[in-house]
């Protein structure tokens, strides 16, 4: 089989996680609106755990930590300001929020996030085929878990299960275009590691800290606030233990 049959049968099956969420149809509404408030502290501890001990680590191997943080704020900068447009757009142009901003924010990170897991599969790939068949496993592990909290932001901020599982595909399927793009500039494909990285650890970060943690904070019952808390703190620790068993 040519190799590029591999690279896009790989990055096929990655974006099937995305449909991880059709779990939470089995439930009834009452009960999966709590599982999703619980998600959203499970998804912010993933961000913040995905940026700061699997992304950002990363990004520091090949380059300086100015190259590394100067990105970082670029990312911080460009979520801010896509934020900025998208509630002046559907807020104020449409006179309404039905849907909450930091859903399309999710979407754009977890965009550029899975983009770059395609061109980290091609690479791999390229080097050998044992090791795109192992980052292809990594990833899928890691995407499983993270699909299922996007699924979660997604239905919280206003879409309905339906359409949040199809968006959510839609985002996922960047990782095919990612594996592509990989293939065909290959030689610069180092490049654009290095920048994406540290972009979209920006905007999972800011997604965490502006968006997803606050919704949190809204919450008057002490209880429940208590255990999303938990769930937060589930979520870091989530991916704690993905960066140990990864680099065992």
């Known amino acids: 089989m040519p190799l590029l049959f591999w690279v896009v ?42 940026a700061f001990l699997h992304i950002l680590p990363e990004a520091l191997k090949d380059s300086s930590s100015s190259f590394v943080f100067n990105w970082l704020i670029g990312g911080l900068i460009l979520f801010f300001l896509l934020e900025r447009y998208l509630y002046w757009r559907h807020c104020h142009v449409e006179g309404q929020c039905q849907i909450h901003c930091f859903s399309y924010l999710n979407l754009i990170g977890d965009g550029l996030h899975n983009f770059l897991d395609g061109i980290m599969i091609t690479a791999s790939y390229m080097m050998s085929f044992q090791l795109g068949v192992t980052t292809t496993v990594a990833v899928l592990l890691h995407e499983l878990p993270q699909e299922l909290s996007d699924f979660g932001v997604l239905v919280y901020g206003g879409f309905s299960p339906t359409r949040a599982l199809l ?17 065909v500039l290959f030689e610069h494909t180092e490049t654009v590691v290095k ?22 904070h809204k919450e008057r019952n002490l209880k429940r606030s208590t255990l999303a808390f938990i769930a937060f703190l589930l979520g870091i620790g989530f991916m704690a233990i993905t960066k140990i068993f990864l680099e065992l």
């Open 9 to 50: 049968l790989s990055t096929f099956a990655v974006s099937l996680a995305s449909f991880a969420g059709v779990i939470t149809f089995l439930f009834k509404a009452k009960i999966l609106s709590r599982i999703i408030f619980y998600l959203i502290g499970f998804s912010a501890g993933a961000l913040i755990g995905g």
């Open 167 to 183: 968006f959510n595909f839609g985002s996922a399927v960047l990782a095919v275009l990612g594996a592509l793009v990989g293939y």
């Open 195 to 216: 920048i994406i990285l540290p972009l979209t650890a920006g905007g999972f970060i800011y997604i965490a800290t502006s968006d997803l943690i606050p919704e949190i």
